[in-house]
Protein backbone atom coordinates (compact mmCIF):
# COMPACT_ATOMS: atom_id res chain seq x y z
CA UNK A 1 0.00 0.00 0.00
CA UNK A 2 2.63 2.20 0.74
CA UNK A 3 4.48 1.59 -2.29
CA UNK A 4 1.45 1.85 -4.47
CA UNK A 5 0.69 6.00 -2.72
CA UNK A 6 2.36 8.54 -4.34
CA UNK A 7 2.31 10.82 -2.28
CA UNK A 8 5.64 10.79 0.03
CA UNK A 9 4.17 12.61 3.18
CA UNK A 10 1.67 9.85 3.89
CA UNK A 11 4.01 6.59 3.09
CA UNK A 12 5.82 8.50 6.33
CA UNK A 13 2.55 8.34 8.39
CA UNK A 14 1.47 4.95 7.34
CA UNK A 15 4.90 3.72 8.13
CA UNK A 16 4.73 5.67 11.36
CA UNK A 17 1.72 4.18 12.32
CA UNK A 18 2.71 0.82 11.59
CA UNK A 19 6.03 1.12 13.75
CA UNK A 20 3.65 2.44 16.54
CA UNK A 21 1.10 -0.55 16.31
CA UNK A 22 4.33 -3.01 16.33
CA UNK A 23 5.59 -1.20 19.31
CA UNK A 24 2.13 -1.23 20.76
CA UNK A 25 1.95 -4.91 20.46
CA UNK A 26 5.30 -5.83 21.94
CA UNK A 27 4.72 -3.74 24.96
CA UNK A 28 1.47 -5.35 25.71
CA UNK A 29 3.11 -8.73 25.61
CA UNK A 30 5.62 -7.75 27.54
CA UNK A 31 3.57 -6.34 30.11
CA UNK A 32 1.30 -9.53 29.80
CA UNK A 33 4.61 -12.10 30.68
CA UNK A 34 6.00 -9.52 33.27
CA UNK A 35 2.70 -9.75 34.72
CA UNK A 36 2.56 -13.60 34.20
CA UNK A 37 5.81 -13.48 36.71
CA UNK A 38 4.78 -11.08 39.06
CA UNK A 39 1.53 -12.46 40.28
CA UNK A 40 2.62 -15.98 41.11
CA UNK A 41 5.18 -14.54 42.94
CA UNK A 42 2.69 -12.47 44.69
CA UNK A 43 0.55 -15.15 45.70
CA UNK A 44 3.09 -17.02 46.97
CA UNK A 45 4.21 -14.09 49.09
CA UNK A 46 0.54 -13.14 50.25
CA UNK A 47 0.10 -17.00 51.30
CA UNK A 48 0.92 -17.08 54.60
CA UNK A 49 -1.30 -14.27 55.41
CA UNK A 50 -4.18 -15.65 53.73
CA UNK A 51 -3.63 -19.08 55.74
CA UNK A 52 -2.87 -16.66 58.99
CA UNK A 53 -6.26 -14.92 58.72
CA UNK A 54 -7.88 -17.99 57.42
CA UNK A 55 -7.45 -20.14 60.05
CA UNK A 56 -8.05 -17.65 62.77
CA UNK A 57 -11.80 -18.32 61.39
CA UNK A 58 -11.57 -21.58 61.94
CA UNK A 59 -13.09 -24.33 64.34
CA UNK A 60 -10.53 -26.68 65.13
CA UNK A 61 -12.16 -30.08 62.78
CA UNK A 62 -11.17 -27.63 59.45
CA UNK A 63 -7.35 -27.11 60.63
CA UNK A 64 -5.52 -30.20 58.38
CA UNK A 65 -9.55 -30.74 56.02
CA UNK A 66 -8.81 -31.61 52.34
CA UNK A 67 -9.13 -30.24 50.00
CA UNK A 68 -7.61 -27.04 52.00
CA UNK A 69 -10.50 -24.71 53.14
CA UNK A 70 -9.94 -21.30 52.57
CA UNK A 71 -12.99 -19.50 53.47
CA UNK A 72 -14.29 -21.17 56.76
CA UNK A 73 -17.71 -21.82 57.21
CA UNK A 74 -19.32 -20.86 59.57
CA UNK A 75 -16.36 -18.60 60.65
CA UNK A 76 -15.29 -19.25 64.11
CA UNK A 77 -14.92 -15.49 65.37
CA UNK A 78 -14.89 -16.42 68.69
CA UNK A 79 -11.08 -17.48 68.10
CA UNK A 80 -10.06 -13.66 68.52
CA UNK A 81 -11.78 -13.23 71.90
CA UNK A 82 -10.26 -16.64 73.22
CA UNK A 83 -6.93 -15.44 71.98
CA UNK A 84 -7.06 -12.53 73.88
CA UNK A 85 -8.45 -13.99 77.02
CA UNK A 86 -6.05 -16.88 76.97
CA UNK A 87 -2.60 -15.34 75.75
CA UNK A 88 -3.75 -12.37 77.65
CA UNK A 89 -3.14 -10.30 74.77
CA UNK A 90 -3.73 -7.19 76.05
CA UNK A 91 -1.59 -7.37 78.85
CA UNK A 92 1.35 -8.00 76.35
CA UNK A 93 0.73 -5.68 73.99
CA UNK A 94 0.48 -2.77 76.57
CA UNK A 95 3.82 -4.40 77.57
CA UNK A 96 5.24 -4.30 74.06
CA UNK A 97 3.91 -0.69 73.60
CA UNK A 98 5.36 0.56 76.50
CA UNK A 99 9.41 -1.06 75.93
CA UNK A 100 8.35 0.01 71.99
CA UNK A 101 7.62 3.75 72.55
CA UNK A 102 9.88 4.20 75.42
CA UNK A 103 12.66 2.66 73.03
CA UNK A 104 11.92 4.76 70.35
CA UNK A 105 11.77 8.08 71.69
CA UNK A 106 15.48 7.24 73.40
CA UNK A 107 16.62 6.72 70.19
CA UNK A 108 15.19 9.48 68.27
CA UNK A 109 16.47 12.09 70.45
CA UNK A 110 20.24 10.25 71.19
CA UNK A 111 21.00 9.23 67.50
CA UNK A 112 19.49 12.45 65.93
CA UNK A 113 22.05 14.43 68.67
CA UNK A 114 24.49 12.11 67.76
CA UNK A 115 24.04 12.43 64.35
CA UNK A 116 24.19 16.24 64.44
CA UNK A 117 27.30 16.12 66.11
CA UNK A 118 28.92 14.25 63.30
CA UNK A 119 27.02 16.06 60.20
CA UNK A 120 27.37 19.28 61.11
CA UNK A 121 29.61 20.17 63.92
CA UNK A 122 33.56 20.51 62.50
CA UNK A 123 35.09 18.93 65.50
CA UNK A 124 38.46 16.49 65.44
CA UNK A 125 37.60 13.21 66.60
CA UNK A 126 33.87 12.98 64.79
CA UNK A 127 35.85 10.81 62.16
CA UNK A 128 36.67 8.39 64.35
CA UNK A 129 33.50 7.95 66.00
CA UNK A 130 31.84 8.00 62.54
CA UNK A 131 33.94 4.95 61.51
CA UNK A 132 33.44 3.42 65.14
CA UNK A 133 29.81 4.08 64.60
CA UNK A 134 30.34 2.10 61.48
CA UNK A 135 32.13 -1.10 62.72
CA UNK A 136 29.57 -2.10 65.36
CA UNK A 137 27.06 -2.86 62.66
CA UNK A 138 29.68 -5.62 61.47
CA UNK A 139 29.73 -6.70 65.02
CA UNK A 140 27.79 -9.83 65.86
CA UNK A 141 24.96 -9.24 68.71
CA UNK A 142 26.01 -12.63 70.16
CA UNK A 143 29.49 -10.99 70.94
CA UNK A 144 28.08 -7.91 73.15
CA UNK A 145 24.87 -10.28 74.44
CA UNK A 146 26.54 -12.23 77.64
CA UNK A 147 28.51 -9.17 78.86
CA UNK A 148 25.34 -7.38 78.74
CA UNK A 149 23.44 -9.51 80.21
CA UNK A 150 26.27 -10.29 83.03
CA UNK A 151 26.51 -6.28 83.87
CA UNK A 152 22.38 -6.14 83.75
CA UNK A 153 22.35 -8.84 85.80
CA UNK A 154 24.23 -6.96 88.25
CA UNK A 155 22.77 -3.64 88.14
CA UNK A 156 19.41 -6.03 89.07
CA UNK A 157 17.94 -5.53 85.80
CA UNK A 158 17.20 -8.70 84.40
CA UNK A 159 13.56 -9.60 84.59
CA UNK A 160 12.37 -5.77 83.82
CA UNK A 161 11.83 -3.82 81.10
CA UNK A 162 15.11 -1.74 81.72
CA UNK A 163 17.59 -3.85 79.29
CA UNK A 164 15.16 -3.86 76.36
CA UNK A 165 14.86 0.15 76.71
CA UNK A 166 17.99 1.77 78.71
CA UNK A 167 20.09 1.31 75.63
CA UNK A 168 18.09 2.82 72.95
CA UNK A 169 18.54 6.25 74.64
CA UNK A 170 22.14 6.25 73.63
CA UNK A 171 21.65 5.78 69.94
CA UNK A 172 21.50 3.21 67.30
CA UNK A 173 24.44 2.75 65.04
CA UNK A 174 22.13 2.64 61.72
CA UNK A 175 20.35 5.17 62.72
CA UNK A 176 23.33 7.20 63.43
CA UNK A 177 24.29 6.28 60.22
CA UNK A 178 21.07 6.84 58.50
CA UNK A 179 20.46 10.59 60.13
CA UNK A 180 24.50 11.89 59.70
CA UNK A 181 23.70 11.03 55.89
CA UNK A 182 20.49 13.06 55.94
CA UNK A 183 21.79 16.16 57.88
CA UNK A 184 24.80 16.55 55.50
CA UNK A 185 22.21 16.89 52.39
CA UNK A 186 21.14 20.11 54.37
CA UNK A 187 23.36 23.20 53.27
CA UNK A 188 25.77 24.36 55.79
CA UNK A 189 24.94 28.28 55.00
CA UNK A 190 21.72 27.32 56.97
CA UNK A 191 23.58 26.66 60.22
CA UNK A 192 26.56 28.86 59.80
CA UNK A 193 23.95 32.06 59.21
CA UNK A 194 22.40 30.92 62.26
CA UNK A 195 25.56 30.63 64.45
CA UNK A 196 26.57 34.33 63.03
CA UNK A 197 23.13 35.26 64.86
CA UNK A 198 24.27 34.27 67.81
CA UNK A 199 22.19 31.00 67.82
CA UNK A 200 23.46 28.04 70.22
CA UNK A 201 24.03 24.27 68.09
CA UNK A 202 21.22 23.02 70.79
CA UNK A 203 19.19 26.00 69.17
CA UNK A 204 20.20 25.03 65.39
CA UNK A 205 19.76 21.06 65.77
CA UNK A 206 15.93 21.71 67.26
CA UNK A 207 14.79 24.84 65.34
CA UNK A 208 16.89 24.62 62.00
CA UNK A 209 18.02 20.98 61.59
CA UNK A 210 14.89 19.00 63.09
CA UNK A 211 11.97 20.61 61.27
CA UNK A 212 13.71 20.02 57.83
CA UNK A 213 14.52 16.39 58.92
CA UNK A 214 11.18 15.52 59.47
CA UNK A 215 11.14 12.57 56.71
CA UNK A 216 14.46 11.04 58.26
CA UNK A 217 13.34 11.18 61.20
CA UNK A 218 9.77 9.28 60.50
CA UNK A 219 11.52 6.61 59.25
CA UNK A 220 13.93 6.10 62.33
CA UNK A 221 11.02 6.17 64.62
CA UNK A 222 8.96 4.13 62.45
CA UNK A 223 12.47 1.11 62.08
CA UNK A 224 12.71 1.07 65.54
CA UNK A 225 9.14 1.37 66.71
CA UNK A 226 8.93 -1.82 64.24
CA UNK A 227 11.94 -3.62 65.34
CA UNK A 228 10.94 -3.27 68.99
CA UNK A 229 7.13 -4.51 68.29
CA UNK A 230 8.87 -7.58 66.63
CA UNK A 231 11.65 -8.14 68.87
CA UNK A 232 11.89 -11.39 70.03
CA UNK A 233 15.12 -12.16 71.32
CA UNK A 234 15.87 -9.70 73.48
CA UNK A 235 12.50 -10.23 75.67
CA UNK A 236 13.88 -13.92 76.06
CA UNK A 237 17.30 -13.10 77.41
CA UNK A 238 15.67 -10.70 79.70
CA UNK A 239 12.08 -11.49 80.98
CA UNK A 240 11.00 -14.35 82.96
CA UNK A 241 7.56 -13.02 84.63
CA UNK A 242 5.14 -13.49 82.68
CA UNK A 243 3.12 -10.30 83.58
CA UNK A 244 6.28 -8.73 82.02
CA UNK A 245 6.05 -10.65 78.37
CA UNK A 246 6.06 -8.73 75.40
CA UNK A 247 3.71 -10.29 72.87
CA UNK A 248 6.03 -12.12 70.59
CA UNK A 249 7.06 -13.96 73.47
CA UNK A 250 3.61 -14.10 75.33
CA UNK A 251 2.90 -15.82 71.90
CA UNK A 252 5.71 -17.83 71.79
CA UNK A 253 5.36 -19.42 74.89
CA UNK A 254 1.74 -20.14 74.76
CA UNK A 255 2.89 -22.73 72.14
CA UNK A 256 5.29 -24.02 73.84
CA UNK A 257 2.83 -25.11 76.76
CA UNK A 258 -0.19 -25.78 74.67
CA UNK A 259 0.65 -26.85 71.71
CA UNK A 260 -0.75 -26.45 68.09
CA UNK A 261 -3.95 -24.93 68.88
CA UNK A 262 -3.80 -23.05 65.46
CA UNK A 263 -6.81 -21.58 65.75
CA UNK A 264 -6.08 -19.30 68.99
CA UNK A 265 -2.29 -18.97 67.09
CA UNK A 266 -3.46 -17.78 64.21
CA UNK A 267 -6.00 -15.25 65.82
CA UNK A 268 -3.19 -13.81 67.92
CA UNK A 269 -0.82 -13.69 64.93
CA UNK A 270 -2.92 -11.65 62.70
CA UNK A 271 -3.27 -9.07 65.94
CA UNK A 272 0.19 -9.04 66.30
CA UNK A 273 0.74 -8.40 62.26
CA UNK A 274 -1.97 -6.05 61.45
CA UNK A 275 -1.01 -3.26 63.37
CA UNK A 276 2.46 -2.96 61.64
CA UNK A 277 1.06 -3.48 57.80
CA UNK A 278 -1.43 -0.66 58.73
CA UNK A 279 0.76 1.47 59.83
CA UNK A 280 2.84 0.57 56.45
CA UNK A 281 -0.05 1.44 54.28
CA UNK A 282 0.01 4.74 56.18
CA UNK A 283 3.16 5.55 55.57
CA UNK A 284 4.55 3.19 52.85
CA UNK A 285 6.44 6.28 51.39
CA UNK A 286 8.59 6.91 54.58
CA UNK A 287 9.18 3.10 54.63
CA UNK A 288 10.80 2.89 51.42
CA UNK A 289 12.72 5.90 51.46
CA UNK A 290 14.53 5.02 54.58
CA UNK A 291 15.23 1.43 52.94
CA UNK A 292 16.95 2.88 50.32
CA UNK A 293 18.69 5.74 52.84
CA UNK A 294 20.03 2.64 54.45
CA UNK A 295 21.55 1.01 51.31
CA UNK A 296 22.63 4.24 49.22
CA UNK A 297 26.23 3.51 50.26
CA UNK A 298 27.49 0.05 48.60
CA UNK B 1 22.33 19.59 76.72
CA UNK B 2 22.27 22.45 79.57
CA UNK B 3 25.63 22.48 79.08
CA UNK B 4 26.04 23.22 75.70
CA UNK B 5 23.86 26.11 76.04
CA UNK B 6 26.22 27.67 79.17
CA UNK B 7 29.58 27.06 76.72
CA UNK B 8 27.35 29.13 74.04
CA UNK B 9 26.61 32.10 76.47
CA UNK B 10 30.48 32.19 77.20
CA UNK B 11 31.61 35.48 76.41
CA UNK B 12 33.15 34.41 72.63
CA UNK B 13 36.44 35.67 72.97
CA UNK B 14 37.39 33.14 76.00
CA UNK B 15 37.02 30.27 73.82
CA UNK B 16 38.45 30.03 69.89
CA UNK B 17 35.43 28.83 67.64
CA UNK B 18 37.38 25.93 67.43
CA UNK B 19 37.42 24.86 70.86
CA UNK B 20 33.74 25.52 71.13
CA UNK B 21 33.17 23.40 68.33
CA UNK B 22 34.72 20.81 69.35
CA UNK B 23 32.98 20.85 73.11
CA UNK B 24 29.96 20.94 71.31
CA UNK B 25 30.81 17.94 69.41
CA UNK B 26 31.38 15.94 72.17
CA UNK B 27 28.51 16.63 74.33
CA UNK B 28 25.82 15.89 71.57
CA UNK B 29 28.15 12.86 70.89
CA UNK B 30 27.88 12.35 74.54
CA UNK B 31 25.61 9.81 74.54
CA UNK B 32 26.80 7.86 71.81
CA UNK B 33 30.10 7.76 73.18
CA UNK B 34 28.81 6.67 76.77
CA UNK B 35 27.12 4.09 74.87
CA UNK B 36 29.54 3.20 72.27
CA UNK B 37 31.87 2.50 75.60
CA UNK B 38 29.43 0.92 77.86
CA UNK B 39 27.43 -1.69 75.17
CA UNK B 40 30.46 -2.03 72.50
CA UNK B 41 33.32 -1.85 73.14
CA UNK B 42 33.65 -2.88 76.93
CA UNK B 43 31.44 -5.91 76.52
CA UNK B 44 33.29 -6.83 73.21
CA UNK B 45 36.64 -6.63 75.11
CA UNK B 46 34.51 -9.03 78.11
CA UNK B 47 33.78 -11.49 75.85
CA UNK B 48 37.02 -12.12 74.34
CA UNK B 49 38.38 -12.52 78.24
CA UNK B 50 35.36 -14.76 79.25
CA UNK B 51 36.26 -16.69 76.34
CA UNK B 52 39.08 -17.84 77.45
CA UNK B 53 37.78 -18.46 81.06
CA UNK B 54 35.27 -21.10 82.63
CA UNK B 55 32.51 -18.97 84.03
CA UNK B 56 28.97 -19.63 84.79
CA UNK B 57 27.88 -16.26 85.26
CA UNK B 58 27.43 -16.45 88.85
CA UNK B 59 30.64 -17.73 90.45
CA UNK B 60 34.49 -15.71 88.85
CA UNK B 61 35.67 -16.82 85.82
CA UNK B 62 38.47 -18.86 86.19
CA UNK B 63 40.53 -18.85 83.18
CA UNK B 64 41.56 -21.82 81.53
CA UNK B 65 43.41 -20.61 78.69
CA UNK B 66 42.31 -21.83 74.69
CA UNK B 67 40.85 -24.97 76.59
CA UNK B 68 37.36 -23.83 75.54
CA UNK B 69 38.55 -23.42 71.87
CA UNK B 70 40.42 -26.66 71.76
CA UNK B 71 37.01 -28.24 73.39
CA UNK B 72 35.03 -26.46 70.04
CA UNK B 73 36.81 -27.80 67.60
CA UNK B 74 38.01 -31.29 68.99
CA UNK B 75 34.88 -32.24 71.10
CA UNK B 76 32.08 -31.17 70.34
CA UNK B 77 29.80 -32.51 66.85
CA UNK B 78 26.68 -30.18 68.31
CA UNK B 79 29.32 -27.35 67.51
CA UNK B 80 30.26 -28.86 64.29
CA UNK B 81 25.99 -29.50 63.30
CA UNK B 82 25.74 -26.02 64.22
CA UNK B 83 28.44 -24.68 61.72
CA UNK B 84 27.61 -26.98 59.19
CA UNK B 85 24.22 -25.94 59.04
CA UNK B 86 24.50 -22.06 59.46
CA UNK B 87 27.39 -22.22 56.64
CA UNK B 88 24.79 -24.44 54.32
CA UNK B 89 22.25 -21.66 54.93
CA UNK B 90 24.43 -18.86 54.19
CA UNK B 91 26.01 -20.61 50.98
CA UNK B 92 22.55 -21.61 49.84
CA UNK B 93 20.26 -18.85 50.70
CA UNK B 94 22.18 -15.62 49.97
CA UNK B 95 22.82 -16.51 46.26
CA UNK B 96 19.24 -17.62 45.65
CA UNK B 97 17.66 -14.32 47.80
CA UNK B 98 20.25 -11.94 45.21
CA UNK B 99 18.45 -14.28 42.40
CA UNK B 100 14.97 -13.47 43.26
CA UNK B 101 14.96 -10.02 44.71
CA UNK B 102 17.09 -8.64 41.56
CA UNK B 103 14.42 -11.05 39.23
CA UNK B 104 11.55 -9.66 40.65
CA UNK B 105 12.83 -6.12 40.86
CA UNK B 106 13.46 -6.14 37.44
CA UNK B 107 10.13 -6.97 36.79
CA UNK B 108 9.12 -4.50 39.21
CA UNK B 109 10.84 -1.72 37.44
CA UNK B 110 9.34 -2.49 33.99
CA UNK B 111 6.69 0.47 33.45
CA UNK B 112 3.75 -1.75 34.13
CA UNK B 113 0.11 -1.21 35.92
CA UNK B 114 -0.09 -2.36 39.72
CA UNK B 115 3.84 -1.97 40.42
CA UNK B 116 2.75 -0.19 44.09
CA UNK B 117 0.56 -3.07 45.08
CA UNK B 118 3.15 -5.94 44.13
CA UNK B 119 6.11 -4.14 45.86
CA UNK B 120 3.82 -3.66 49.05
CA UNK B 121 3.04 -7.34 48.80
CA UNK B 122 6.41 -9.05 48.52
CA UNK B 123 7.70 -6.33 50.92
CA UNK B 124 4.53 -7.92 53.96
CA UNK B 125 6.50 -10.48 55.16
CA UNK B 126 9.43 -8.73 56.30
CA UNK B 127 6.83 -6.69 58.77
CA UNK B 128 5.58 -9.86 60.67
CA UNK B 129 6.80 -10.53 63.95
CA UNK B 130 9.21 -13.43 63.68
CA UNK B 131 7.15 -15.40 65.89
CA UNK B 132 3.89 -15.10 63.85
CA UNK B 133 5.70 -15.95 60.38
CA UNK B 134 7.01 -19.13 62.09
CA UNK B 135 4.41 -20.24 63.48
CA UNK B 136 2.04 -20.26 60.35
CA UNK B 137 5.04 -22.10 58.55
CA UNK B 138 4.72 -24.52 60.94
CA UNK B 139 1.33 -25.23 60.48
CA UNK B 140 1.55 -24.70 56.43
CA UNK B 141 4.34 -26.51 56.57
CA UNK B 142 3.00 -29.65 58.41
CA UNK B 143 3.53 -32.86 56.87
CA UNK B 144 1.07 -34.38 54.61
CA UNK B 145 -1.38 -32.79 56.15
CA UNK B 146 -0.42 -28.92 56.30
CA UNK B 147 -1.16 -26.48 53.43
CA UNK B 148 1.87 -27.33 51.51
CA UNK B 149 0.78 -31.04 50.73
CA UNK B 150 -2.42 -30.20 49.28
CA UNK B 151 -0.57 -30.06 45.77
CA UNK B 152 0.98 -33.04 46.72
CA UNK B 153 -2.30 -35.18 47.62
CA UNK B 154 -4.24 -33.69 44.64
CA UNK B 155 -1.78 -35.91 42.69
CA UNK B 156 -1.91 -39.00 45.52
CA UNK B 157 1.23 -38.55 46.60
CA UNK B 158 2.55 -38.21 50.35
CA UNK B 159 5.18 -35.62 49.80
CA UNK B 160 8.13 -34.53 51.44
CA UNK B 161 8.72 -34.33 55.20
CA UNK B 162 9.53 -30.79 54.70
CA UNK B 163 10.66 -29.42 58.73
CA UNK B 164 10.30 -33.12 60.75
CA UNK B 165 13.31 -35.15 58.82
CA UNK B 166 16.72 -34.33 58.52
CA UNK B 167 18.10 -34.06 55.07
CA UNK B 168 14.44 -32.40 54.61
CA UNK B 169 14.75 -29.75 57.45
CA UNK B 170 17.40 -27.42 55.79
CA UNK B 171 16.05 -26.61 52.53
CA UNK B 172 13.20 -25.95 54.04
CA UNK B 173 14.50 -23.37 56.02
CA UNK B 174 16.57 -21.92 53.09
CA UNK B 175 12.68 -21.99 50.93
CA UNK B 176 10.65 -19.86 53.99
CA UNK B 177 14.09 -17.46 54.54
CA UNK B 178 13.06 -16.86 50.60
CA UNK B 179 10.26 -15.31 51.89
CA UNK B 180 11.87 -12.33 53.81
CA UNK B 181 13.44 -10.58 51.07
CA UNK B 182 11.73 -7.72 50.65
CA UNK B 183 13.91 -5.04 51.86
CA UNK B 184 16.32 -6.30 49.39
CA UNK B 185 13.15 -6.11 46.59
CA UNK B 186 12.91 -2.38 47.40
CA UNK B 187 17.00 -1.48 47.42
CA UNK B 188 17.54 -3.46 43.53
CA UNK B 189 14.31 -1.31 42.36
CA UNK B 190 15.87 1.66 43.42
CA UNK B 191 18.95 1.19 42.63
CA UNK B 192 16.92 0.16 39.10
CA UNK B 193 15.19 3.64 38.53
CA UNK B 194 18.36 5.66 39.28
CA UNK B 195 20.05 3.93 35.96
CA UNK B 196 20.58 6.56 33.60
CA UNK B 197 18.21 6.06 31.10
CA UNK B 198 20.96 7.46 28.81
CA UNK B 199 23.03 4.50 28.90
CA UNK B 200 20.53 2.48 27.32
CA UNK B 201 19.51 5.18 24.80
CA UNK B 202 23.58 5.01 23.53
CA UNK B 203 23.27 0.81 24.14
CA UNK B 204 19.92 1.45 21.76
CA UNK B 205 21.79 3.22 19.19
CA UNK B 206 24.69 0.40 19.09
CA UNK B 207 21.69 -1.71 18.56
CA UNK B 208 22.35 -3.67 21.91
CA UNK B 209 19.83 -6.02 22.36
CA UNK B 210 17.95 -6.81 25.81
CA UNK B 211 20.61 -9.54 27.03
CA UNK B 212 23.50 -7.36 26.34
CA UNK B 213 22.02 -4.17 27.74
CA UNK B 214 21.52 -6.39 31.00
CA UNK B 215 24.77 -7.73 31.31
CA UNK B 216 26.41 -4.55 30.23
CA UNK B 217 24.62 -1.72 31.65
CA UNK B 218 22.12 -2.70 34.56
CA UNK B 219 24.22 -5.10 35.93
CA UNK B 220 27.46 -2.97 36.80
CA UNK B 221 25.10 -0.18 37.47
CA UNK B 222 23.66 -2.22 40.37
CA UNK B 223 26.61 -4.05 41.58
CA UNK B 224 27.09 -1.91 44.48
CA UNK B 225 23.41 -3.11 45.89
CA UNK B 226 24.40 -6.61 45.34
CA UNK B 227 27.74 -6.09 47.36
CA UNK B 228 25.13 -4.65 49.93
CA UNK B 229 22.96 -6.79 49.81
CA UNK B 230 25.68 -9.60 50.38
CA UNK B 231 27.64 -7.90 53.27
CA UNK B 232 24.76 -7.31 55.35
CA UNK B 233 23.26 -10.93 54.05
CA UNK B 234 26.19 -12.92 55.58
CA UNK B 235 25.73 -11.31 58.81
CA UNK B 236 22.12 -11.79 58.66
CA UNK B 237 22.66 -15.22 57.90
CA UNK B 238 25.26 -16.19 60.52
CA UNK B 239 22.95 -14.78 62.90
CA UNK B 240 19.56 -16.73 61.60
CA UNK B 241 17.42 -17.32 65.09
CA UNK B 242 14.20 -16.52 66.02
CA UNK B 243 12.73 -18.52 63.16
CA UNK B 244 14.73 -21.91 63.89
CA UNK B 245 14.32 -21.05 67.72
CA UNK B 246 11.08 -20.87 67.29
CA UNK B 247 9.71 -23.35 65.19
CA UNK B 248 11.95 -26.23 66.80
CA UNK B 249 11.90 -24.83 70.63
CA UNK B 250 15.50 -24.32 70.15
CA UNK B 251 15.94 -27.95 70.44
CA UNK B 252 17.13 -29.03 66.72
CA UNK B 253 14.73 -31.04 66.14
CA UNK B 254 15.52 -33.53 63.87
CA UNK B 255 18.94 -34.57 64.23
CA UNK B 256 20.29 -30.94 64.84
CA UNK B 257 19.61 -30.49 61.23
CA UNK B 258 17.64 -27.03 62.39
CA UNK B 259 20.84 -26.31 65.12
CA UNK B 260 21.92 -23.04 63.80
CA UNK B 261 24.70 -21.27 65.19
CA UNK B 262 22.88 -18.52 67.22
CA UNK B 263 20.81 -20.65 68.62
CA UNK B 264 23.85 -23.58 70.20
CA UNK B 265 25.45 -20.31 71.46
CA UNK B 266 22.28 -19.18 72.72
CA UNK B 267 21.41 -22.12 74.30
CA UNK B 268 25.48 -22.91 75.86
CA UNK B 269 24.86 -19.16 77.21
CA UNK B 270 21.58 -19.34 78.63
CA UNK B 271 20.56 -22.89 79.06
CA UNK B 272 23.67 -24.56 80.27
CA UNK B 273 25.16 -21.54 81.70
CA UNK B 274 28.45 -22.07 79.96
CA UNK B 275 28.99 -18.60 79.67
CA UNK B 276 32.74 -18.84 79.12
CA UNK B 277 32.69 -21.45 76.61
CA UNK B 278 29.81 -20.04 74.70
CA UNK B 279 31.95 -16.48 74.33
CA UNK B 280 33.89 -18.54 72.95
CA UNK B 281 31.92 -19.53 70.07
CA UNK B 282 30.76 -15.76 69.95
CA UNK B 283 34.04 -14.66 69.27
CA UNK B 284 34.97 -17.46 66.78
CA UNK B 285 31.61 -16.41 64.72
CA UNK B 286 32.84 -12.41 65.12
CA UNK B 287 36.34 -13.61 63.46
CA UNK B 288 34.70 -15.27 60.96
CA UNK B 289 32.03 -12.40 60.39
CA UNK B 290 35.42 -10.16 60.07
CA UNK B 291 37.09 -12.56 57.51
CA UNK B 292 34.08 -13.26 55.33
CA UNK B 293 33.38 -9.12 55.32
CA UNK B 294 36.95 -8.20 54.80
CA UNK B 295 37.10 -10.78 51.69
CA UNK B 296 33.86 -9.33 49.66
CA UNK B 297 35.41 -5.96 50.11
CA UNK B 298 38.54 -6.81 48.83
CA UNK B 299 36.22 -8.93 45.58
CA UNK B 300 34.48 -5.73 45.22
CA UNK B 301 37.55 -3.90 43.49
CA UNK B 302 36.97 -6.87 40.62
CA UNK B 303 33.81 -6.85 40.26
CA UNK B 304 31.49 -3.55 41.89
CA UNK B 305 31.17 -1.00 39.77
CA UNK B 306 31.14 2.98 40.47
CA UNK B 307 29.63 5.46 38.63
CA UNK B 308 31.59 8.50 39.00
CA UNK B 309 33.25 7.26 42.23
CA UNK B 310 32.20 7.50 45.74
CA UNK B 311 31.05 10.36 48.10
Redesign the interface.
Known sequence: MAVESSQLPSTLADDQSKRLLIKRVKGMVRSVLIHAGLIPAAFVFLLPFLWMLSTSLKPDVQFYSYPPVLIPSPLQWSNFPDAVTYITFFLYMRNTLTIAVLATVGVLISSSLVAYSLARIPWPGRNILFILTLATLMLPFQVTMIPLFIVFKNFGWVNSWLPLIVPHWFGGALYIFLLRQFFMTIPMELSEAARIDGASELKIYYSVLLPLSKPALATVAIFEFIARWRDYIGPLIYLSDQELYTLSLGIYEYQSQYGAEWGLLMAASVMITLPIILLFFFLQKTFVQGIALTGIKG | ?AT??TT??LPRRRLSQGTR??I??????S??????L???I???L??AY?SFTKYN?VRNPQWTGISNYVELFTNDSEFLDAVYNTVYFAVVSIPLAIIFAFG?AL??N?K??AQ??????????T???????A???L??F?PH???I??PF??FGMRGPCWLTCAEWARPTLVLLAL?IIG?QI??YL?GLQDVPQDLYDAADVDGANFLSKFRNVTVPIL???I??HLVTSV?GA??F??IP??MT?GTGFPANSTLFY?IY??KN??HYLV?GY??A???L??VF??VV?LLIWRSARLW?F?AGG??
Open positions: MALENHTNGLLFAPWIVGLAFWYPTASYGLMLAIRVVYRTIYFLPLVPEVALLVWFITSGLAARAWQILATPVFFILNFAYIGSLYAFMASMAWLFTLTVYEE
